[in-house]
């Protein structure tokens, strides 16, 4: 009998990720060359807990950095002012409305690109928040609505009970006219 060869089997290969250089060496080191990126990474709105799970780091320690180092709390500061400046800058010229040029063809057979100015107008919820954030008592976020009795006096309320017992003597006062024949009959 001859020996039958086997097929070899390919060898599974493991994936291999690059990592991502942490902020700080496993020993809980502080490593200042990260700070603009930290500063990029709180530009896109991130908060505390997920810059710490973009480097890996354990939970609060960012909050723990940021009081030890006050360059690292100065870029996070720095970053999500740049992004809430800009935020706010987009907020008032939609509010206020602005004006922009596109392209635009033109002509039949043979269009011609031109550059056309166009006018975007003020929005009302843009304006109505802006006013809402910036002049609070004179343009409440909330509507109040105030209700008046008779004469713009106080609403009566009533509860249950009263209703239930005002209906009650409603109806015990009206009395059928045979039903109180039946009752005389039997009191005879």
């Known amino acids: 009998m001859i020996p039958r060869k086997r097929a070899k089997r390919p060898r599974k290969v493991r994936k291999v990720y690059p990592r991502v250089r942490p902020l700080g060496a496993p020993g809980g080191v502080y490593l200042p060359d990260h700070e603009q990126l930290v500063k ?6 991130a908060t505390d807990d997920e810059i710490e799970a973009v480097y890996g780091l354990g939970k609060g320690t ?3 950095w940021r009081k030890v180092y006050p360059s690292l709390n100065k870029a996070i500061d ?18 206020i409305g602005y ?7 033109v002509g039949g057979k043979h269009p011609q690109v031109m550059q056309v100015r166009r006018y975007y107008p003020g929005q009302f919820l843009a304006q109505k928040h802006w006013l809402a954030s910036r002049k609070r008592e004179e343009w ?4 109040r609505l105030e209700m008046t ?3 713009g006096g106080a609403i009566k309320t009533e509860s249950r009970n009263d209703v239930i017992d005002a209906i009650m003597g409603l109806v015990a006062s009206k009395t059928d006219p045979e039903h109180k024949a039946r009752k005389e009959s039997r009191a005879e």
Not at 78 to 84: E, K, L, Q
Not at 140 to 143: D, I, K, L, R
Request: hydrophobic content about 35%.
């Open 149 to 151: 009795g008779k004469n």
């Open 78 to 95: 720095d970053g999500r002012t740049s992004a809430d400046a800009k935020v706010l800058h987009a907020m008032f010229k939609t509010a």
């Open 62 to 64: 960012i909050k723990k």
């Open 140 to 143: 409440p976020a909330t509507e």
């Open 99 to 105: 004006k922009y040029t596109e392209e635009q063809a």
């Open 40 to 45: 990029l990474i709180a530009m896109r709105g």
